[in-house]
């Protein structure tokens, strides 16, 4: 499966943003997707989760209660709305697919198989 994230940015801080991962050459919708962030010399983090039937979500505390992942199965595509940016999001974003043997809940790197190439997301002051 690719996966290719698009839609991030620049966007002054307390704006918002809406992050696209679109895949191809395979299904995604029974696999459960993730979000992730990097920024320079830091690990690659955890950002948000979702189930193939969407229920099950969650959230990197970071993000809780600004951020919202959703999909639609139709499009073979998942999303990730972005609201009030801080400037500490700026990051580049990628998506991922979750292995199938990695549990329910994964928030770690080595439990997705499948990324996307990534989208910068930059948040001005």
């Known amino acids: 499966v690719q996966l290719q994230a698009s839609g991030g940015g620049l966007v002054q801080a307390g704006g918002s943003l809406r992050l696209s991962c679109a895949a191809s050459?395979?299904?995604?919708?029974?696999?459960?997707m993730g979000w992730f962030r990097q920024t320079p010399g830091k690990e690659r983090e955890f950002v948000a989760g979702?189930?193939?039937?969407?229920?099950?979500?969650y959230y990197a505390d970071s993000v809780k209660g600004r951020f919202t992942i959703s999909r639609d199965n139709a499009r073979n595509t998942v999303y990730l709305q972005m609201n009030s940016l801080k400037l500490e999001d700026t990051a580049v974003y990628y998506c991922?697919?979750?292995?199938?043997?990695?549990?329910?809940?994964?928030?770690?790197?080595?439990?997705?198989?499948?990324w996307g190439q990534g989208t910068q997301v930059t948040v001005s002051s």
């Open positions: 050459g395979r299904t995604i919708s029974t696999s459960h």
């Open positions: 979702i189930s193939w039937g969407s229920r099950l979500i």
């Open positions: 991922a697919r979750k292995s199938l043997t990695a549990p329910a809940g994964a928030r770690l790197v080595n439990e997705y198989d499948y």
